[in-house]
């Protein structure tokens, strides 16, 4: 059986899922109004000591072809250069929030709005010295400004663009990887898998 590399991967998932899952039928229920369990229950021991191993073979089974799948996975990824498409991609959803940051921003003020927010500011300080009863307080004053110009903000803006469509070409040359790219599965396992409902 072959599969594509998207179809393998949420087989990987749901296989990992199952197998993950530790819980096992360790016990069993035995009514205590059945005369043959009084009289003997060994049957319904033997029958729940055969489901339990039933059902470790079956986690073990998926377990390796599990292991055999992620091998064939890292495989396809490694031939198909998947893990720097990743890497290219989280390289550029970096870069587009810090340019957010950036577009988000406000810009700075002309000087002369800066000159006087400060002449006001310092005198209002000069105010505070005078009038001042605490000899502890703190007489330092600064006021803080955007640094961001128009310019700037407008090429983060472009950025923010660029890298979205850079992003978008690398998420396609990925989905065309898994869609194209098969990953074989050995007879043998694809009837279990078909058996348990996995595909």
Known sequence: MELTLKKALKLRSRLEA??????LPLSTDLSIFVQENRED????????????RSKLDEKLRASSILA???SSIAKAN?????E???????????????FKTIAAAPIRPVIDAVKGEIAVLHRQA???????????????????FSVVTEDLREEAK???TEGMRNKEELEDRRNAVNLTVRIR?????ADFLREQGFV
């Open 18 to 23: 199952f197998v993950g899952d530790p819980s």
């Open 126 to 144: 000069g105010e505070d010295k005078v009038s001042s009863a605490f000899a502890h307080r703190s007489l330092t004053r600064s006021a803080n």
């Open 158 to 160: 472009a950025k923010i």
């Open 78 to 82: 490694a031939e198909n250069d998947i």
């Open 68 to 70: 055999d799948l992620r």
């Open 41 to 52: 229950p060994t049957p319904v021991f033997v029958k729940a000591e055969g489901d339990l």
């Open 185 to 189: 599965i050995a007879d043998d396992a």
């Open 84 to 98: 720097s498409l990743l890497a290219r991609q989280a390289d550029i959803e970096r870069s587009i929030s810090l």
